[in-house]
T-cell receptor, first 114, second 115 residues
């Protein structure tokens, strides 16, 4: 049982390049989300999904695309990377909407855009 | 939209002493959940404690306890008998209820523990 995995752990891109940050979970959780963490800004929601085929925008969605074709995977796509997207990215999953629902976080991906 | 404010960017505490981290939030909802997450240098997000808004009793987890003041929209975290391993970033977070809803985070408080 791996929980929430994110790949890669580190990535350096040049401006204009594209890439996909991977997030996978083996807990059969319906809810998955992507956050970015910047110094002094806390964690800000990019996109989230409440189930396969359903996605919605968060606070900072511009420049990012997502899709949810399976319960297990929720990839985050950067179509044309910009230096402003330099950040640490976290994927989080949750099993339901009750108070006992703990959201589990992946280990994060540190992305640098030059 | 809900907002979470942590007014202390940095705090420090002597080992074995007690420290309180502040958090306020703004919402028009009556049913919600509040959380404190710890982020050590490893970057991993670790749930410390949670509180359901409908419960008047303050949550407690070992050395960690909260002071939940619903009318004041305040949710502070008290760490007793501080240990070196408590040094980390601490984030306060809000989530609407019910259903699958995202967490809204504060900007965090960096806690240093002095030996």
């Amino acid at each position: 049982n791996a929980g929430v995995t994110q790949t890669p752990k580190f990535q350096v891109l040049k401006t204009g390049q594209s890439m996909t940050l991977q997030c996978a979970q083996d807990m059969n959780h319906e809810y998955m989300s992507w956050y970015r963490q910047d110094p002094g800004m806390g964690l800000r929601l990019i996109h989230y999904s409440v189930g396969a085929g359903i996605t919605d925008q968060g606070e900072v969605p511009n420049g990012y695309n997502v899709s949810r074709s399976t319960t297990e995977d929720f990839p985050l796509r950067l179509l044309s990377a910009a230096p402003s997207q330099t950040s640490v990215y976290f994927c989080a999953t949750g099993s339901g909407g009750t108070s006992t629902d703990t959201q589990y976080f992946g280990p994060g991906t540190r992305l640098t855009v030059l | 939209a809900q907002t979470v404010t942590q007014s202390q960017p940095e705090m420090s505490v002597q080992e074995a002493e007690t420290v309180t981290l502040s958090c306020t939030y703004d919402t028009s909802e009556s049913d919600y959940y509040l959380f404190w997450y710890k982020q050590p240098p490893s970057r991993q997000m670790i749930l410390v404690i949670r509180q359901e808004a409908y419960k008047q009793q303050n949550a407690t987890e070992n050395r960690f306890s909260v002071n939940f003041q619903k009318a004041a929209k305040s949710f502070s975290l008290k760490i007793s008998d501080s240990q070196l391993g408590d040094a980390a970033m601490y984030f306060c977070a809000y989530r609407s209820a019910p259903g699958n809803t995202p967490l809204v985070f504060g900007k965090g408080t960096r806690l240093s523990v002095i030996a």
